[in-house]
């Protein structure tokens, strides 16, 4: 990545090193799409424009991360980031994105617009505003290891409350939603489903019977597979990338019956695209049936990934046309009928807010929670202590006043160490009984 300090360094005082035959992208993507895609696209672009191009990738660890990035290097240069295309991370993400006014519209060409079409069973694949586009999309359910699931006596986990069962104490682990897009996906899904109140006392309950909270999405799935958790909330095509490494033997995924949703994972050139040529290119290569193939197709299949099955569900129609009987599995989202369908727009809006609201009430506070928690097992869990213990600080309605002021640094610093002290003292209090 030899492009990067130097973008980086350029990119704040509006220079660029670059040549049409660069791109660089920010992306929260793990390392396989990296290896399957951008080898491909390199091979694509010199075959069909006659040049090369060479691709730098940069990645801060982690949605939220990289979102952080460029809006401080928006800050430091409105006109432009010194970066092209902004890849992965949820559709929520491009919402605040947009709204913040660091996106770029970009028309398909006629071809590649007849094979993408504007939804698919009740969910966008793309903004109105042509900002962004679905280069994939993601289900979210419950990852777990069959071998342990036995070995401990613990039920096969269907639905998002199984893993509020004290059976399942200490066998998970979860991801911090401040550091993953995929993460504060899941906690929405449970809200929007179940509502907020009973959505919150659930969230916190699942996070009681968690063993710890990592940084990366990724994390968790690694600790079901080693054998270090019984289940996750889990990322579909993490779950079975692994699946199909390991055997269904030994692993198992599934989304939870009446609240699993389809969630495009977007793609979208930057406002200022030093590259913009090559960055529109790239955004209709990723979209191109020949592209979208290796989402679907197992690893080694003509068309397919060379390294690992990347068990992601594909956007473009031909590409399903194309695989018949080939893929790793049979579903075809252009065969649904329905998903739940989340409110995106005002999970955009509340998105850092609800975050930050996460973080102070169950990680940050994370060990009184726990021990609070297992004293209200060991008391027979009470419904009333576990309404208590579950009961966030916060109507949804006041979280949204919250988050229209949530640019204040002060007013967020001191909301959120106010959440941090109340939650301290209740669950010292239920721990106490």
Same mark, same amino acid.
């Given at each position: ?59 801060? +660890? ?16 409105? !006109? ?25 519209? *970009? ?18 694949? *793309? ?27 613990? $039920? ?70 080693? +054998? ?11 779950? !079975?990338? !692994? ?10 995924? %599934? ?8 969630? $495009? ?57 194309? %695989? ?57 869990? !009470? ?51």
């Amino acid at each position: 990545m030899r492009h990067v300090l130097a973008a980086i360094l350029l990119g704040v005082c509006g220079g660029s090193l670059h040549a049409d035959d660069n791109l660089m992208i920010i992306s929260p993507h793990r390392k396989s799409i990296q290896r399957e895609f951008i080898p491909l696209f390199e091979a694509h672009y010199h075959k069909t424009y006659d040049t090369e191009v060479e691709v730098d990738w940069l990645d801060q +660890g982690g949605t939220s991360d990289d979102v952080r990035f460029v809006r401080a290097r928006f800050a430091n240069n409105p !006109k432009t980031s010194g970066l092209d295309i902004f890849w992965g991370g949820g559709t929520t993400t491009y919402l605040e994105l947009n709204r913040d006014g660091f996106l770029a519209s *970009y028309q398909l060409p006629p071809n590649l617009s007849n094979e993408v079409p504007q939804q698919v069973a009740g969910v966008p694949l *793309y903004d109105d505003s042509r900002t962004w586009y679905a280069s994939a999309m993601s289900s979210f359910g419950i990852f777990y290891n069959k071998k342990i699931l036995q070995l401990d006596k613990l $039920p096969t986990p269907i639905t998002w409350r199984d893993l509020a069962d004290s059976k399942f104490l200490n066998q998970l682990i979860l991801t911090d939603p401040r550091r993953s897009g995929s993460a504060a996906v899941m906690n929405t899904i449970v809200l929007q489903s179940l509502g907020w109140n009973e959505g919150f006392e659930l969230l916190a309950m699942i996070a009681g019977n968690n063993r710890k909270f990592t940084h990366s999405s990724s994390d968790p799935i690694k600790a079901v597979v080693a +054998g270090d958790a019984a289940a996750a909330m889990a990322i579909d095509f993490y779950a !079975k990338s !692994k699946i199909g490494d390991l055997g269904p033997e030994n692993l198992g995924f %599934t989304l939870p019956p009446g609240q699993s949703v389809l969630d $495009p994972d977007p793609v979208a050139i930057l406002k200022g695209a030093p590259n913009r040529l090559v960055a529109e290119r790239f955004v209709s290569y990723v979209l191109s049936a020949d592209a979208q193939k290796l989402l679907i197709l197992p690893k080694g299949t003509p068309g397919g990934p060379r390294v690992e099955t990347l068990g992601r569900i594909a956007i473009n129609m031909k590409s399903y046309a194309q %695989t018949v009987g080939k893929r790793t599995d049979d579903f075809n989202p252009f065969e649904q009928k329905a998903f739940l369908i989340l409110d995106l727009e005002r999970a955009s809006k509340m998105r850092r807010a609800f975050n930050d609201l996460i973080g102070a009430t169950l990680i940050d506070t994370h060990t009184e929670l726990k021990v609070a928690w297992q004293a209200i097992i060991r008391r027979g869990s !009470k419904p009333g202590e576990v309404k208590d213990f579950g009961q966030p600080p916060v109507s949804e309605a006041e979280l949204l006043d919250h988050a229209a002021k949530w640019e204040d640094d002060v007013f967020r610093n001191r909301t959120i160490n106010a959440w941090v002290r109340a939650s301290r003292e209740k669950y010292r209090t239920l721990a106490g009984g």
